[in-house]
């Protein structure tokens, strides 16, 4: 028997009935005073519509009312046992919310604080505990960690205190609560697994349950279903109950059926379907749904008329996080005009959300569908609807994120870290009864809150440890007002904006059809803007700071264009705005300004007349007429002051303008262009050069015929259809009127005609090449401006005003005949022209005698001739003429009719301007396939008999042409250019260049002549550039050494015969020489002395003097190291002598200035000489010489300190090499004795031949590895044949590394014992080989060669690549060595030099030190 409603207590129901509000938008908060629990008075308390409709800074989230509490004891603290437990995680940092500018506010959030206080209150006074659980409907209840039930009605009133510390200390706390539908049943569920039922009208205890599910585990969810005799419970074991309220004999009775076990997977959440008076209804009202989630799945069941699954749902993600659920009725667009209301199920954990809506079909089967699936950047803590078109998602940072559902758009975000959540970890980890559950549900349960936030009728309540917080969503114009009141104007308007245009996101309060809602929004906005513009022009800034108000007045203007334009309120814009404006001069010249890119981008195109007049005396005022131009384009012309803009207009030539208002404003299209034409022609006559103005002029006519005769206005649009003939005929007349209106006695015939052809033929041609192309022009009537006849008329006039008069130049005549031509090509049968006339025009334009306008007739007649003009004239003819006028672009295109391509090369080398381009013809025709074997030989002809012309254009171009495009025998070139030597020259330079620079084509190495090519060039560069012949030879090696040496040596160039004996070995030759050439730069010194010409002069000559011995001390130096002693005193002695006797000669002559140089170049001969010649044979010598034998010490102490000075660096040198050697040689020893040390490691864990595991042996087999750590089996390399017995002894060669070098080059004398390596006696030890050496050569050899083989050069490859590097030692070799035998070596970096490679690093950082390094150092320092 089904459990019969109680008769409400009386009292009780007529004190609450009045008050209950679904919505909770009217709750009030009266005066508290609860004997029965001592509970403070407070003394008026607000209410909640009070605390809703505060100010935004009534509930500030950094302020905590821990001013309540600042009396208790940490043992009193409301936080203090439930941290105790570690129930709620350790907070994040706080950061601050976010509001997003295109959203505004939307929520708004506020603290119920007098809810809040009396649970505070009661915590300290009644020891009720700490808030743990929350239940949200048209009541308030509040459960607490010492069993009691705290129930508040909407007006923040305590109701009830349901149970007592008694009960708590035997239930424990209240894990979570549940209330029907219509608020008059409440169920708990405590922490030790008992449930209890109360009601809510008289605050009795109707039901206590013990047995509903196992003992031993916390109720964690308990909830009613639509039926308010069924209710829904889970427990910390994972299993979910069907609680089933009965009354049976005036007994209550509950009977409980398990819906799902928890060793199936533990349920961490469950939520039924409610339906609420909305969807009353629905389908589904007669199937009790129910959605449940374990850690992996999600289900959805059918509870009623019989239990049945619906729908499964695997559900992954991060162990430490819980499932979440939430149902919501929500319209769905089917098609464009059907809707339904289906319940839809979001589902969730981690990062992803899933929405599912539920069917309910025919024949009462329910389909459960995908709508779609969010992914989240952040980790879920919570998940709930706040309406049907927006979520709330709270994250593990505590962060509340609005959500709008069809979007996936963040709306808003709260930082709820203040709150202080209740987190219900204790109960998930059953604390209670001894932690009695699974490991994955106590650590995904750390953060479970399902009984701290609720959402109840479009308000979402979270529950924190010493506040109760409520957040709802704000109406439209709630969010507005937020933003004015925060002077956010901007952000204001477009936000009403979004409203208006209906793209704005949880939108409340705003209904009724589209009409209507715009109708709302826009006297909001209107009303704004007024306010705003009130605003910003009291709040201005300082006067007299003008570009400070402009600023100000350019950031306020534009946003109120663009509000009344969205609006279509432009009359307030020229009417309330603008007069507000107007009041400043500064803010109405902004405003006038800013009108202009919304008129240029027509976005406003019709202004009041008085704004327009003011628009245009501005522009005026301040010298910006153009910019008026272009908005009276885009105006309506009812808008403007014609008089007033026309006058405008002509004063200041806005053609444009002047065109548009006379064809939009009187739809006359003839008269702009007549009164344009009369000025045109006045700055045509007058013969002086046009300016900027009437340039632009004529292009407009142009421009405005063109559109005309095409049937399209000017400068925008089309020209309506029923005026386009008439168009056309007018203003065709126009332009071939043979008179004007009102003509002078001088006016020519066809005024207008002339003023465009001489303005600009071709571009007029055009024009009417442009005009031709219309069909007007394709038919027979006679009419203006269309039709055959007036096409052929145009034609008549054309050659009546270029060809019969005077005054035209010939490329003007060229343009008309070219133009002409291609007409006649298009409609031949349709004009008609004299071909004489073509024929008078080819022989005025090729008049050799004509030398002026030479490029501009050429041009002319190619495009004449390119658009078929000429095709009745002979081509010999016409070949004769360009020849005769020198037209060879003309030429070219004749010759490449015939296909004369040697003819077109003749074209290109005698064209001044297109000489350099005849190598890139000769390449082309040389390399493309099209052009025959027979026209390629005749184009080399004609390039071989002109070689001449291609050297003096470029030498090295022509060389490559002959050594590689024509592979023409070098010899035989310079042969054939013997009688022209610099013309020789000049081609060999160029050959010489090419080669030494190479190609990508023809590698350098490929190109290099042979030496008596070099010889012959050399000689000829001694002639022609002498200054270059020591640097060439210096830098290539193709000659011979005798035979320019004999060349050098009769054209007398010392340094280069000087050059050339030292690289032939003749040392003594080579320093005579240049010993000769220093006498003559000191002589020269010495005549400047004693013409006593001191100064700039002297200054020459000692530089001079001083580069030429440093040319002969680097000679020295080069050399000396291969010589002996006596040879290096040879070198040395006699420039000494020199150099000292010189000092003696003329010191008494010279300045003290002049003389103390030539004691430096004296004292660096002394320098670097002692690098090379023995110190005490230096003294002897210094001793000697007559200077400083009978002198005092101070005459040479400076030379003996600098031999001194040199001599310890020497020394310190020797010191630090020797040391780097034994450091060396000492790291070297250590890293081969590590290498030796080491054990060999296979490369790979398999046999290289067969492919099987080491392991993978016989009994009497082994494994062995080699040197250079390759592995075999040793059966694997007897089948390879990699075995050999020698004296007895099986040795082994490393098949790998053999096989890889069988194709190389075998090494003499190797002997075949030294393939093989000895493996020794064990066997099945898996062990290294050594590899033996073998001697080669014949037994009686003096000298034997080892040599290594494969397997050795492996592993020595190996050893050498586990070195670090070159030595110190080796690199500083390396930077000191110079090629020996190559004497301009010295300073270059070779090829092969460890420098160059790859791995190569220079660390030149210290090493570093740590802090007790550091301190060791510093600590001996001070000692």
């Not at 008329?793 to 054309?798: G, H, N, Q």
């Not at 010759?895 to 301007?913: G, M, N, V």
């Not at 010649?1173 to 001793?1183: N, T, V």
């Not at 007897?1278 to 490393?1294: E, N």
Request: with cysteine; glycine share 6%; hydrophobic share 40%.
């Amino acid at each position: 028997m089904a459990e019969e409603a109680e008769t409400p207590n009386t009292e009780s129901a007529v004190i609450a009935e009045p008050n209950l509000d679904p919505s909770f938008d009217n709750l009030d908060d009266i005066t508290i005073d609860d004997d029965e629990f001592d509970i403070p008075e407070i003394e008026n308390a607000p209410t909640l519509e009070s605390i809703l409709n505060e100010p935004e800074d009534a509930y500030e989230p950094d302020s905590q009312p821990g001013s309540l509490f600042s009396e208790a004891t940490e043992s009193e603290s409301t936080a203090s046992p439930h941290r105790s437990d570690h129930s709620t995680p350790m907070r994040q940092v706080r950061q601050k919310s976010i509001q997003y500018a295109v959203h505004g506010s939307i929520i708004r959030h506020v603290m119920l604080r007098s809810i809040s206080s009396q649970v505070m209150s009661a915590t300290d006074r009644v020891d009720a505990g700490y808030p743990t659980a929350m239940a949200v409907s048209m009541m308030i209840a509040i459960g607490s960690s010492h069993g009691l039930i705290l129930v508040f009605d909407p007006k923040q009133v305590l109701k009830w205190c349901l149970g007592s510390t008694a009960v708590g200390n035997q239930y424990g706390a209240v894990s979570s609560l549940g209330i029907n539908t219509d608020c008059t049943r409440l169920i708990s569920g405590f922490a030790r697994g008992q449930i209890t039922m109360w009601d809510l009208t008289s605050g009795k205890l109707l039901r206590t349950i013990t047995d509903a599910h196992p003992p031993g585990s916390a109720v964690l969810h308990i909830q009613f279903t639509d039926d308010p005799t069924l209710a829904i419970c889970s427990d910390s074991g994972g299993s979910v109950f069907e609680l089933n309220m009965k009354r049976v004999m005036g007994m209550r009775t509950c009977e409980s059926r398990c819906l799902f076990s928890g060793s199936r997977g533990e349920v961490c959440a469950v939520a039924p379907l409610l339906l609420n008076s909305s969807v009353k209804d629905h389908p589904l009202k007669d199937v009790s749904l129910l959605a449940m989630a374990t850690l992996s799945k999600v289900f959805i069941v059918g509870l009623r008329p019989k239990l049945t699954v619906l729908f499964t749902k695997q559900l992954k993600g991060d162990p430490t996080t819980l499932p979440l659920l939430a149902w919501q009725f929500v319209i769905i667009q089917v098609t464009d005009t059907n809707r339904v209301v289906d319940p839809v199920l979001a589902f969730g954990r981690t990062h992803t959300v899933h929405f599912y809506q539920v069917l309910y079909q025919e024949e009462s089967v329910v389909k459960v569908v995908p709508l779609q699936i969010v992914q989240l950047p952040y980790s879920l803590l919570s998940l709930q609807w706040f309406n049907s078109r927006t979520v709330i998602t709270v994250d593990t940072s505590e962060k509340l994120r609005l959500i709008d559902v069809r979007s996936e758009e963040e709306l808003e975000v709260i930082d709820l870290s203040d709150i202080g959540l209740v987190y219900s970890s204790s109960h998930f980890k059953s604390l209670a009864t001894g932690g009695n559950v699974s490991k994955a549900l106590a650590l995904a349960g750390e953060r479970a809150c399902y009984q701290s936030i609720k959402t109840h009728k479009g308000q979402l309540l979270a529950l924190g440890t010493k506040s109760l917080h409520v957040m709802t969503l704000r109406t439209w114009h709630e969010r507005i007002d937020l933003l004015v009141k925060e002077t956010k104007f901007k952000e204001a308007l477009s936000l009403a904006n979004s409203f208006y245009i209906g793209r704005a996101k949880a939108v409340i309060g705003l209904g009724g059809n589209l009409v209507q809602k715009q109708a709302v929004v826009s006297e909001k906005i209107l009303d704004m803007l007024l306010t705003y513009v009130d605003v910003s022009m009291k709040y201005s800034p300082e006067r007299g700071a003008i570009h400070l108000l402009e600023e100000h007045f350019q950031s306020v203007v534009p946003v109120c264009v663009d509000h009344c334009l969205i609006l279509g309120r432009t009359d307030i814009l020229f009417g309330t705005i603008y007069d507000k404006f107007s009041q400043d001069s500064i803010a109405k010249g902004v405003f006038l300004e800013c009108l202009e890119p919304y008129i240029l981008n027509d976005k406003l195109n019709s202004v009041t007349p008085i704004v327009m007049q003011d628009f245009v005396e501005h522009y005026k005022n301040r010298e910006m007429v153009e910019n008026v131009e272009g908005c009276i384009v885009h105006m309506d012309i009812a808008s403007l002051d014609i008089h007033q803009v026309v006058s405008l207009c002509w004063a200041h030539g806005l053609y444009d303008a002047i065109i548009y208002i006379h064809t939009k404003g009187m739809n006359d299209y003839v008269t702009p262009l007549e009164e344009l034409f009369s000025l045109l022609s006045a700055a045509v006559m007058s013969g002086k050069q046009l300016t900027d103005q009437q340039i632009k002029l004529g292009n407009k006519i142009l421009v405005y015929i063109s559109c005309c005769l095409a049937g399209r206005a000017y400068p925008l649009g089309d020209i309506p259809p029923h005026l386009v003939k008439g168009v056309k005929e007018g203003v065709w007349q126009c332009l071939t009127a043979l008179h004007t209106k009102k003509p002078p006695e001088e006016e020519e015939v066809f005024p207008h005609l002339k003023a465009l052809l001489h303005y600009d033929t071709r571009e007029f041609l055009n024009v009417l090449s442009l005009a031709f192309e219309e069909e007007d022009f394709d038919v027979d009537e006679n009419t203006y401006g269309g039709g055959v006849q007036s096409r052929q008329r145009m034609v008549d006039i054309l050659l009546q005003i270029m060809v019969e008069s005077v005054g035209f130049s010939p490329a003007e005549i060229g343009c008309l005949f070219t133009f002409l031509a291609r007409q006649m090509a298009k409609h031949e049968s349709s004009i008609l022209v004299n071909r004489l006339l073509f024929e008078q025009v080819l022989e005025f334009l090729a008049d050799p005698s004509n030398e002026t306008r030479h490029s501009e007739r050429e041009q002319a007649l190619l495009e004449l001739l390119n658009a078929g003009g000429l095709q009745q004239v002979d081509n010999e003819k016409l070949l004769r003429l360009a020849e005769d006028a020198k037209f060879y672009r003309v030429c070219e295109v004749l010759y490449e009719r015939q296909r004369k391509f040697d003819k077109i090369l003749q074209c290109y080398l005698r064209d001044p301007a297109r000489k350099q381009s005849s190598f890139a013809y000769i390449h082309t025709v040389m390399l493309e396939s099209c052009y025959t074997d027979m026209e390629k030989e005749a184009v080399q002809k004609e390039a071989l008999d002109h070689l001449q012309d291609l050297v003096s254009i470029d030498s090295r171009e022509t060389a490559q042409l002959v050594l590689k495009v024509f592979a023409h025998s070098l010899a035989e070139i310079v042969r054939k250019l013997e009688g022209q030597p610099r013309l020789q020259f000049e081609f060999l330079q160029g050959v010489f260049d090419y080669t030494d620079s190479g190609s990508a084509l023809y590698p350098k190495e490929q190109t290099q002549p042979d030496p008596v090519i070099h010889e012959k060039y050399i000689d000829l560069m001694c002639r022609y550039s002498e200054d270059t012949v020591l640097r060439y030879l210096m830098n290539v090696d193709g000659y011979r050494l005798e035979e320019t040496l004999q060349i050098v040596r009769r054209h007398n160039l010392s340094d280069a015969v000087a050059y050339l004996l030292e690289k032939a070995g003749d040392i003594q030759g080579a320093f005579g020489i240049m010993r000769e050439s220093l006498q003559a730069k000191i002589k020269a010194i010495e005549e400047t002395a004693t013409n006593q010409q001191e100064g700039e002069e002297m200054s020459i000559a000692l530089a001079r003097t001083q580069a030429k011995l440093m040319v002969i001390i680097q000679l020295c130096q080069r050399n000396s190291n291969r010589l002996e002693e006596s040879g290096r005193e040879a070198l040395w002695f006699p420039l000494l002598d020199l150099m000292m006797a010189t000092q003696r000669r003329i010191s008494n002559s010279l300045s003290e200035k002049t003389a103390a140089a030539f004691k430096d170049l004296t004292r660096h001969v002394l320098n670097s000489m002692m690098g090379h010649i023995a110190l005490p044979a230096i003294l002897q010598k210094i001793m000697q010489d007559p200077a400083y034998s009978s002198g005092k010490f101070g005459e040479f102490r400076e030379l003996l300190l600098g031999m001194l000075d040199t001599y310890n660096y020497e020394k310190t040198l020797l010191k630090t090499t020797n040391n780097l050697l034994h450091q060396d040689l000492y790291t070297s020893l250590k890293n081969l004795t590590l290498a030796a040390n080491s054990g060999l490691v296979p490369r790979q864990e398999c046999c290289f031949l067969c492919g099987c595991s080491y392991e993978q042996i016989a009994e009497h087999e082994s494994t062995i590895v080699f040197s250079c750590t390759h592995t075999f089996h040793t059966s694997c390399l007897h089948a390879a044949g990699c075995s050999s017995m020698i004296d007895g002894k099986q040795h082994w060669t490393c098949f790998q590394c053999f096989n890889t070098r069988r194709g190389g080059t075998n090494r003499a004398g190797r002997n075949r014992s030294g393939r093989f390596s000895f493996l020794g006696a064990t066997q099945g030890a898996v062990g290294g080989a050594s590899a033996s050496q073998a001697a080669g050569g014949d037994s009686g050899a003096a000298k034997k060669v080892v040599h290594l083989d494969p397997e050795q050069e492996s592993s020595l490859e190996m050893l050498r690549k586990r070195t670090d590097g070159p030595s110190r030692f080796a690199i500083l070799c390396e930077l000191s060595r110079t090629e020996r035998g190559h004497p301009s070596g010295q300073g270059t970096v070779r090829s092969d030099s460890i420098l160059h490679q790859e791995g190569f690093k220079l660390r030149l950082a210290p090493e570093y030190l740590d802090e007790e390094h550091q301190l060791d150092i510093l600590t001996s320092l001070f000692q």
